[in-house]
T-cell receptor, first 111, second 116 residues
Framework: GEDVEQSLFLSVREGDSSVINCTYTDSSSTYLYWYKQEPGAGLQLLTY?????DMKQDQRLTVLLNKKDKHLSLRIADTQTGDSAIYFC???????????FGTGTRLKVLA | GAVVSQHPSWVICKSGTSVKIECRSLDFQATTMFWYRQFPKQSLMLMAT?????????EQGVEKDKFLINHASLTLSTLTVTSAHPEDSSFYIC????????????FGPGTRLTVL
């Protein structure tokens, strides 16, 4: 079945850029998503990208998709302390409406 | 973004009792909703897919008689944890699928269940 992996931790200084990476195995995935989860809360949709796109930019967020390598990344420019959270990538499994979630990356922003 | 609410946000119950959690899609009609369970510091585990007007589809290993799902309208799905035990204590999160926006799932704020 589909497998989605992320690194567990990332620590950056306030004002720097953060890059969170995600790899997946199902090459027929159609949509890929990034969500943010703060402690004790649900998941907030940040952005998504269709599989025929290479890049999508939305204010401080840039998503890059390398379909050949099955690699997805989320870049947060000018990272702020309020960006500290867990970030999940999710892949829409082909032929279903189900997501496969990554393991989550805990981002810590140091002041 | 779209709003999905859950109620209650937290609940404490005794072993053997049943608990009902509601998930509402507030600004779009959701024919498909999902129920997840999340253990501390872990990712989300899909429990079941809730389809409006039909039976839910459960993931492997999830007991359908223990976790009853009802999706009676396009804006409401309920999860009932029957005969709850301490091992059912967890964070339960629902989501609603929006087919008109890239099949994006919008998540509720979650329900923290503690079974004593």
């Amino acid at each position: 079945g589909e497998d989605v992996e992320q690194s567990l931790f990332l620590s950056v200084r306030e004002g720097d850029s953060s890059v969170i990476n995600c790899t997946y195995t199902d090459s027929s995935s159609t949509y890929l998503y990034w969500y943010k989860q703060e402690p004790g809360a649900g998941l907030q949709l940040l952005t998504y990208i269709f599989s025929n796109m290479d890049m999508k930019q939305d204010q401080r967020l840039t998503v890059l998709l390398n379909k050949k390598d099955k690699h997805l990344s989320l870049r947060i420019a000018d990272t702020q302390t309020g960006d500290s959270a867990i970030y999940f990538c999710a892949v829409l499994t082909s032929g279903t409406y189900k997501y496969i979630f990554g393991t989550g990356t805990r981002l810590k922003v140091l002041a | 973004g779209a709003v999905v609410s859950q109620h209650p946000s937290w609940v404490i119950c005794k072993s053997g009792t049943s608990v009902k959690i509601e998930c509402r899609s507030l600004d779009f009609q959701a024919t498909t909703m999902f129920w997840y369970r999340q253990f501390p510091k872990q990712s989300l585990m899909l429990m079941a897919t809730s389809n409006e007007g039909s039976k839910a589809t459960y993931e492997q290993g999830v007991e359908k008689d223990k976790f009853l799902i009802n999706h009676a309208s396009l804006t409401l799905s309920t999860l009932t944890v029957t005969s709850a035990h301490p091992e059912d204590s967890s964070f339960y999160i629902c989501s609603a699928r929006n087919p008109s926006r890239a099949d994006t799932q919008y998540f509720g704020p979650g329900t923290r269940l503690t079974v004593l």
